[in-house]
């Protein structure tokens, strides 16, 4: 059997829970909460999704830790953590270079070999529980089938990258589908509407 197989529709899970972050200079420092709660590929908003999109505004890095922890600090009930901006700037930009090239999937079961974690088997399930918040964006975005990670073609998405329900989605909302057509539209009226009036201006008897 093929070992990546089993990859797939795999549930995905690590720990965590943010008392309080807070920005210091170009770094954010925390702590953990006393009582730590589960965080999986499920959740809504979906963890992976939020982080691609985020910005790397400081503001927005420390909202995101606030909502789902730090990415590469083990969590440990109550414990201090701090980052610089940078790392998770770093990280992000891996993430969405893995997103927009697909090369990472040749081997993806090697790859979380690399990063540690435990697989629990149940009741025809795999559970996969990494050991940090940035193994398991990792994980979330290596067992996704290749042809649903998508970049909305909507010029100045704010929410550019996105898992696709449906094999030909092009956009991450109708929304910015919507737009993407108004803005084909204005921008064919002005380099070809000139030449489609005198066109039709010749065709009046």
């Known amino acids: 059997m093929d070992t990546n197989s089993f990859l797939v529709g795999m549930k995905l899970e690590t720990i965590g829970g943010v008392k309080y972050a807070e920005l210091s200079g170009d770094q954010v420092r925390g702590r953990f909460k006393e009582t730590l709660s589960e965080i999986t590929s499920a959740s809504q908003p979906n963890p992976l999704e939020t982080f691609l999109n985020c910005g790397s505004d400081p503001t927005a890095i420390v909202q995101f830790t ?9 969590p440990k009930p109550g414990s201090e953590f701090l980052f610089y901006l940078q790392e998770f700037m770093d990280a992000q930009q891996l993430l969405q270079g893995m997103w927009r090239d697909k090369s990472h999937y ?4 090697d790859l979380l070999k690399e ?11 795999i559970t996969y529980a990494a050991p940090t918040l940035f193994v398991q964006l990792i994980a979330d975005l290596i067992i996704r089938p290749v042809e649903r990670l998508r970049v909305c073609q909507q010029r100045g998405c704010s929410h550019p990258y996105f898992f696709a329900k449906h094999r030909n989605r092009r956009y991450c909302s109708d929304e910015c589908a919507e737009q993407s ?3 084909f539209n204005k921008e064919w009226w002005q380099t070809q509407g000139a030449d489609w009036r005198r066109n039709q201006r010749k065709k009046v008897p």
């Not at 040749?106 to 079961?109: T, V």
């Not at 990063?115 to 399930?125: D, E």
């Open 115 to 125: 990063h540690g974690g435990n697989y629990r088997f149940q009741k025809g399930s």
């Open 66 to 74: 606030l909502s789902f922890g730090p990415l590469k600090q083990e």
């Open 106 to 109: 040749e081997k993806p079961i």
């Open 181 to 183: 057509q108004k803005d």
